[in-house]
């Protein structure tokens, strides 16, 4: 049964500081995992990511993936209030049913 | 582009009614998801399909009901609503091409569902 849990389940910070979230999954036939912003409405893409070690970035977001020890984590840099939302993952498998983790809820203060 | 549409927006229902969610999206994307999500939680995939006339459960199917008879459209059917089923509900799309990846997921903007 594919399964996906995301770490920490809240967070909040100061407008300025680092975060890292976490994304570790077991998945069968894994060909991808993604990662989804999610703020008043509806989920938000962000990044796709199929091979480890090779980072994707946008702005102050970036992401990484590890397939041998099967994680991925999510940072942002310099975060400002805007960044609060909710950050989804899920791995996509072959045939599989796109499950997401629980989210990690960030909140950014000014 | 009108991308994902859900219909309708909010809806109040009584206990033991029936209701049809409605969704249909205009990229001709062959994936279609349901998902739910209770307030302060993640999405819990409800049923999904991969083509018109395809379709599968998912994580909470209990109490839902689905169809695909185009590949446009994927009602969602809610028999004798129980306040369980009070939740924000989203449908999603995406494509995939033989053995590629699909492409990121594509949401509605969601249906606000109260059962009293």
């Known amino acids: 049964e594919d399964k996906v849990v995301q770490s920490p389940l809240s967070l909040v910070v100061h407008e300025g500081d680092t975060v890292t979230l976490n994304c570790s999954y077991e998945?069968?036939?894994?060909?991808?995992l993604l990662w989804y912003k999610q703020e008043k409405k509806a989920p938000t893409f962000l990044f796709m990511l199929?091979?480890?070690?090779i980072e994707k970035k946008s702005g102050r977001l970036s992401s990484i993936l590890d397939k041998k020890e099967l994680f991925s984590i999510l940072n942002i840099t310099a975060t400002q209030t805007g960044d609060s939302a909710v950050y989804l993952c899920?791995?996509?498998?072959?045939?599989?049913?796109?499950?997401f983790g629980a989210g990690t809820i960030l909140r950014v203060k000014s | 582009n009108a991308g994902v549409t859900q219909t309708p927006k909010f809806r109040i229902l009584k206990i033991g009614q029936s209701m049809t969610l409605q969704c249909a999206q205009d990229?001709?994307?062959?994936?279609m998801y349901w998902y739910r999500q209770d307030p302060g939680m993640g999405l819990k995939l409800i049923y999904y399909?991969?083509?018109?006339?395809?379709?599968d459960k998912g994580e909470v199917p209990n109490g839902y009901n689905v169809s695909r008879s185009t590949t446009e459209d994927f009602p969602l059917r809610l028999e004798l609503a129980a306040p369980s089923q009070t939740s924000v509900y989203f449908c999603?799309?995406?494509?995939?091409?033989?053995?590629?990846?699909?492409?990121?997921?594509?949401f509605g903007n969601g249906t606000r569902l109260t059962v009293t």
């Open positions: 999603a799309s995406s494509y995939s091409s033989g053995g590629a990846a699909r492409s990121p997921l594509h």
């Open positions: 899920t791995p996509e498998g072959y045939g599989n049913k796109l499950v």
């Open positions: 998945v069968t036939n894994f060909r991808s």
């Open positions: 990229m001709n994307h062959n994936y």
């Open positions: 199929t091979s480890s070690g």
């Open positions: 399909s991969v083509g018109a006339g395809i379709t």
